[in-house]
């Protein structure tokens, strides 16, 4: 069976996404890739390299856009965290955005939050027991 690489998110400003994704969530350029005749931007970036069995994100930078719709369709992508009140604190102390706070889900028992990165996606953190 297949393996899924990555998803592609659209993002306004490179620079300030790499920072979110690298020093707010702790993942890793893996590489980035610039292309001058159809001037975009490809960032990667993961936990680990998807030749390594990881699943990345793709930021791409359309160069002079900065507006995207979101639609209503895509949700968010999930994290699973050790300790999800410790994960949130040092993304606060990074500069990160908590939209919803530590807590058991709804219903349930498993205890998510939420950030937001700097395009206005949501990054769902999931305790991992």
Not at 61 to 72: F, L, P, R
Not at 111 to 127: C, M, N, R, S
Request: charged residues 20%; proline residues 2%.
């Amino acid at each position: 069976m297949a393996q899924l690489l990555h998803t592609m998110f659209r993002v306004a400003d490179l620079d300030k996404s790499i920072a979110f994704y690298t020093n707010v969530l702790g993942m890793k350029l893996l590489r980035q890739v610039e292309n001058k005749d159809y001037k975009y931007t490809l960032a990667f970036v993961g936990y680990g390299k998807e030749n390594e069995g990881h699943a990345v994100i793709e930021l791409t930078y359309n160069w002079g856009e900065s507006n995207y719709d979101h639609g209503t369709a895509f949700g968010h992508i999930a994290l699973g965290v050790n300790d999800i009140y410790i994960a949130c604190d040092k993304i606060r102390a990074a500069g990160g955005k908590i939209s919803r706070e530590p807590g058991p889900v709804l219903g349930g028992s498993t205890h998510i939050a939420f950030v937001t990165d700097p395009d206005g996606y949501k990054v769902e953190l999931i305790q991992q027991d």
